[in-house]
């Protein structure tokens, strides 16, 4: 018996010395990888996180120990990229094709898009530079950026006041209303149908979209992305997601099979969902039906949600910083006056509510971090990455960073104004280099010298 318990107990431990050594190996995959925490077999650096498991704090806190260029061991190897400089060889420099691509998406998104498709979580390829080309393309044809986009948005903004106005005298959270207001303005858009915020199927389906987004921060998804080895035991936080997705897609392409009954080829297309359908005829491989379906829930979701989180900061800011509601109002009422809404075209004529804008982007930086993927060896800072690695540069700490904001904390739309008060910010538009994967992404704010 003793010696069968003996034999046992050297197995396990040549399994354990097996599964250090097979760890050790995947998380140094070269040599000359970026220095990180060792972390351990499993979990990876998931403890070394704490309860500071929230992107910006945990980012600070590698780059202070690591410094700008670091790697964390979450499902794989991953690369933090900190610091304007660093940020910049990614996504500006020669290497940007390098960084062009996205390693498969997390699990929780899998659970829900297994091929990959549509616009945010699509491979680095031919058929995806197609997808973003068409989008963009059909988006401003219809107005995005463009002061015919704005009788929209007008009229969403009135409907907006009127709500406030009604219920003037009673405390309030407008993030719903918020919310309804920017999305009423995509299904214009993208679906081609008008809701007034009181229909019920609208409020609804917004409330799916809500909980969709707020699934991904819940602690089951977060082991489900991070821990592998716990996917067997949450199995209901998974079928909890695909089943919330899937009521959001059923809307979306619900408004597709509308269309479809509708749809001629010869006649003007009404929205984004006619443009599409046209493009099916023409390359029926490349723009499918189910590409449709992933295309459509990422640009509506994702617009409402970061326009509708930007606009609940900017409400917060001016609250708490009185003297600068104050100035942006003066000036307002100074250029436009209270009988009519803002335009785009008097943007030239109010630096210090452009700058205000700014700022609040600045300071609530929507998305805090962004994925890369290297399509090859590269380099990166001096250190080796190899084809394959994930790479999250850190958009959160270059928007706090002290060398480039001075009391980064502070909301101060004097510094994007220069000695004339004219607006002097240098936006740092991570634009398509034709056709690399940047999905155009507002990275930084730099004040020009």
């Known amino acids: 018996m003793d010696a069968v318990l003996q034999v046992l107990c050297l197995f396990v431990l040549v399994l354990i010395i097996i599964v250090i050594l097979q760890y050790y190996r995947h998380r140094w995959p070269v040599a000359n990888f970026p220095p990180g925490p060792t972390g351990l077999p499993i979990i990876g650096t998931a403890l070394f996180t704490g309860s500071e498991f929230h992107f910006n704090r945990t980012a600070k806190k590698f780059m202070q120990s690591y410094g700008n260029v670091c790697s964390l061991m979450l499902d794989e190897p991953t690369v933090l990229v900190n610091g304007y400089e660093a940020i910049s060889e990614v996504t500006q420099s020669n290497k940007g094709y390098d960084f062009a691509s996205r390693k498969d998406p997390m699990y929780s998104i899998q659970l829900y898009n297994p091929k990959k498709l549509g616009l945010f979580m699509a491979d680095f390829s031919e058929r995806w530079q197609k997808q973003r080309r068409f989008a963009l393309s059909t988006l401003r044809g219809f107005g995005f950026g463009k002061t015919s986009f704005e009788e929209k948005i007008t009229m969403e903004v009135e409907t907006l006041l009127s709500h406030v106005k009604e219920l003037a005298k009673v405390p309030q959270d407008l993030s719903m209303a918020i919310t309804l207001s920017v999305a009423s303005v995509m299904c214009d858009t993208i679906l081609g149908c008008h809701y007034d915020h009181n229909d019920k199927e609208f409020q609804h389906i917004v409330c799916v979209m809500e909980e969709w987004f707020q699934s991904f921060g819940k602690p089951g998804i977060a082991l489900l992305d991070f821990v592998p080895i716990s996917r067997p035991f949450l199995q209901r936080p998974a079928q909890e997601l695909r089943d919330i997705y899937a009521e959001f897609s059923k809307f979306t392409m619900g408004k597709v099979a509308e269309h479809q009954k509708t749809f001629a080829a010869n006649q003007e297309p009404r929205d984004f969902i006619d443009c599409y359908l046209a493009k099916m005829a023409e390359e029926p491989d490349t723009f499918t039906l189910e590409e449709l379906k992933y295309v459509l829930s990422d640009l509506f979701s994702a617009a409402t949600d970061t326009t509708s989180s930007t606009l609940r900061f900017a409400i917060l800011y001016m609250m708490v910083n009185p003297d600068v509601q104050e100035k942006v109002h003066q000036e307002l009422m100074q250029v436009v006056g209270p009988s009519r809404l803002p335009k785009l075209e008097d943007r030239d004529m109010v630096p210090y509510t452009v700058a205000t804008i700014h700022e609040i982007q600045r300071l609530s930086c929507i998305v805090p971090g962004f994925p890369r993927c290297a399509t090859v060896d590269t380099t990166l800072a001096g250190y080796s990455i190899p ?40 936006v740092w538009l991570l634009d398509d280099y034709s056709n690399s994967k940047t999905a155009s992404i507002v990275a930084s704010y730099r004040i020009k010298a």
């Open 387 to 426: 084809k394959g690695t994930n790479v999250i540069c850190n958009m959160w700490g270059l928007h706090y960073d002290p060398d480039l904001w001075p009391d980064p904390y502070k909301l101060d739309p004097t510094r994007h104004l220069n000695d004339k008060e004219r607006v002097t910010v240098d």
